[in-house]
Nanobody, 126 residues
C-alpha cells in the first residue's frame, strides 16, 4: 500500500553535507520501521539508518554513526536522512524502505524491509 519515493541525491565533496528525503510514508504496523539502505556496485547492500515510528528509537550503521541522522516531522509522511561530513565511501544508491518490527525492534537488516523506493544516487568525491 505504501509507495516510497526518494529525493535529494546528488554530488558533493568530502566534508560537505546532503539531505535526503523520502515521501509516501504511512503510519501503520506494516511500516513501523522506516529507514534507509545503500548499495554500491563494489560492495553489498547495507542498512544505514532505521527508525521506529511507534517508539521513536533510531539505529545506525557503525560506518555512519555520528555523521548521519534519521528523522521525521510531526505528520510522519516523510523520512529524512541528514548526511554530514560526507566521505567517498558514502557513494552509493540510497533507497528508502519500510517494514515490520521484529521482536519489538527495528533492525538494520535489509531483509526485514518489505517496501522500497526506487533509490537516489549519492556521489562523494575526495
Amino acid at each position: 500500500q505504501v509507495h516510497l519515493v526518494e529525493s535529494g541525491g546528488g554530488a558533493g565533496q568530502a566534508g560537505e553535507a546532503l539531505r535526503l528525503s523520502c515521501g509516501g510514508v504511512e503510519y501503520t504496523s506494516s511500516s513501523e520501521c522506516v529507514g534507509w539502505c545503500r548499495q554500491d556496485p563494489g560492495r553489498e547492500r547495507e542498512g544505514v539508518a532505521r527508525r521506529s515510528q511507534f517508539l521513536g528509537t533510531k539505529t545506525y550503521a557503525d560506518s555512519v554513526t555520528g555523521r548521519f541522522t534519521i528523522s521525521q516531522d510531526n505528520a510522519r509522511t516523510t523520512v529524512e536522512l541528514q548526511m554530514n561530513n560526507l566521505q567517498p565511501d558514502d557513494t552509493a544508491m540510497y533507497s528508502c524502505a519500510a517494514g515490520r518490527a521484529r521482536s519489538g525492534t527495528c533492525s538494520l537488516r535489509h531483509s526485514d524491509y518489505s517496501d522500497w523506493g526506487p533509490g537516489t544516487q549519492v556521489t562523494v568525491s575526495s
